[in-house]
């Protein structure tokens, strides 16, 4: 049985701008991944395997966010395109756009790199709870205010 934990965090301005940039470089990523397979298969007629590591070097910009993330990206990607080739109605994939509501990405835990602690009084400032387990998912989501 699988758990989920939700929770509201409120990052101070150097953690809000990693989220930010991590939160670009995952969607720059699927994006010009999705791009690299339309281009690969409309020339060839076959699929493409691509990896995130492979655009570090002409984008090392890329060096600098969660590695995690942005592999969780690429077989987010490949479960996609999979899917649309198994079964047509399922859609082909989209591209991702910056102007949603919401913004995401899947992570995972390794060695403690996600650490969850309780703030002061009471209030839970940064992270709410402390997990026992060494592994797991996280789904990091921002929700851009309206109005």
Same mark, same amino acid.
């Given at each position: 049985?699988? /758990?989920?934990?939700?929770?509201?965090?409120?990052?101070?301005?150097?953690?809000?701008?990693?989220?930010? &940039?991590?939160?670009?470089? *995952? &969607?720059?990523?699927?994006?010009?991944? #999705?791009?690299?397979?339309?281009?690969?298969?409309?020339?060839?007629? /076959?699929? #493409?395997?691509?990896?995130?590591?492979?655009? /570090?070097?002409?984008?090392?910009?890329?060096?600098?966010?969660?590695?995690?993330? #942005?592999?969780?990206?690429?077989?987010?990607?490949?479960?996609?395109? !999979?899917?649309?080739? !198994?079964?047509?109605?399922?859609?082909?994939?989209?591209?991702? @756009?910056?102007?949603?509501?919401?913004?995401?990405?899947?992570?995972?835990?390794?060695?403690?790199?996600?650490?969850?602690?309780? *703030?002061?009084?009471?209030?839970?400032?940064? *992270?709410?709870?402390?997990? @026992?387990?060494? @592994?797991?998912?996280?789904?990091?989501?921002?929700?851009?205010?309206?109005?």
């Amino acid at each position: 049985m699988n /758990k989920a934990y939700k929770f509201r965090l409120y990052p101070n301005s150097e953690q809000m701008n990693l989220l930010t &940039r991590t939160f670009g470089c *995952v &969607r720059f990523i699927y994006n010009k991944m #999705l791009g690299d397979k339309i281009d690969y298969y409309h020339e060839t007629g /076959k699929k #493409l395997s691509n990896m995130p590591a492979q655009y /570090k070097e002409e984008f090392p910009w890329l060096k600098e966010v969660d590695s995690l993330a #942005l592999a969780n990206a690429q077989l987010h990607l490949q479960a996609a395109y !999979r899917n649309y080739f !198994r079964s047509p109605k399922s859609g082909f994939p989209k591209f991702k @756009s910056k102007h949603r509501h919401q913004d995401s990405y899947t992570t995972n835990n390794q060695k403690g790199s996600i650490r969850m602690e309780e *703030v002061g009084d009471g209030v839970d400032k940064i *992270v709410a709870y402390e997990y @026992s387990i060494q @592994s797991f998912e996280a789904v990091v989501s921002l929700f851009k205010q309206c109005g």
